[in-house]
T-cell receptor
């Protein structure tokens, strides 16, 4: 069963705008991760946020985590056409670190030039 | 991706035939995983390994078996392929001391 559910399923914006994607999950987590997948390619790890962290930044990416609401958001600022991809959240649901991620179904982001 | 390769990249096979997909890593990572990706389902874990000869089932393991006789290789076998196993298969590796998974480029399998 899916642990994480991304919202929206699809998002279309203009270059330069910000893109926000949300992820909700069901059980306690050790950490939450975001991945990007370009069409026809494997997933690429973007950022990891641990359960005791609330916000994390990496370049144009900002991730927040609210464990009380069991939700996370990924913000991409000043988007570019090259950001067009599918974005997945993934949760490590075990406190023991079994390293067994559960992925959501993804948000398909289209950035129009 | 650097350090992890999947083979073959594409395969078409007939229903009822055995199929083996290979994942090879040069990172010496302990953990290796097989996922399948289907429209509307995202990625689902088939099997994973936490060391040589140590494997366990994932969410959708029925019809699949795996083997890991060496740290660098993780094989996924479909003993008797069915049309429902048409999918894109991804291998991934991870190191508990580092962040995140590294994925291979995927194998597109079509069962006709």
């Amino acid at each position: 069963s899916q642990q994480g559910e991304e919202d929206p399923q699809a998002l279309s914006i203009q270059e330069g705008e910000n893109a926000t994607m949300n992820c909700s999950y069901k059980t306690s987590i050790n950490n939450l991760q975001w991945y990007r997948q370009n069409s026809g390619r494997g997933l690429v790890h973007l950022i990891l946020i641990r359960s005791n962290e609330r916000e994390k930044h990496s370049g144009r990416l900002r991730v927040t985590l609210d464990t009380s609401k069991k939700s996370s958001s990924l913000l991409i600022t000043a988007s570019r056409a090259a950001d067009t991809a599918s974005y997945f959240c993934a949760t490590d649901p075990s406190q023991g670190g079994s390293e067994k991620l559960v992925f959501g179904k993804g948000t398909k982001l289209t950035v129009n030039p | 991706d650097a350090g992890i390769t999947q083979s073959p990249r594409h395969k078409v096979t007939e229903t009822g035939t055995p199929v083996t997909l290979r994942c090879h890593q040069t990172e010496n990572h302990r953990y290796m995983y097989w996922y399948r990706q289907d429209p509307g389902h995202g990625l689902r874990l088939i099997h994973y390994s936490y060391g040589v000869k140590d494997t366990d089932k994932g969410e959708v393991s029925d019809g699949y078996s795996v083997s890991r006789s060496k740290t660098e290789d993780f094989l996924l076998t479909l003993e008797s392929a069915t049309s429902s196993q048409t999918s894109v298969y991804f291998c991934a590796i991870s190191d508990p001391l580092k962040n995140g998974y590294t994925f291979g480029s995927g194998t597109r399998l079509t069962v006709v």
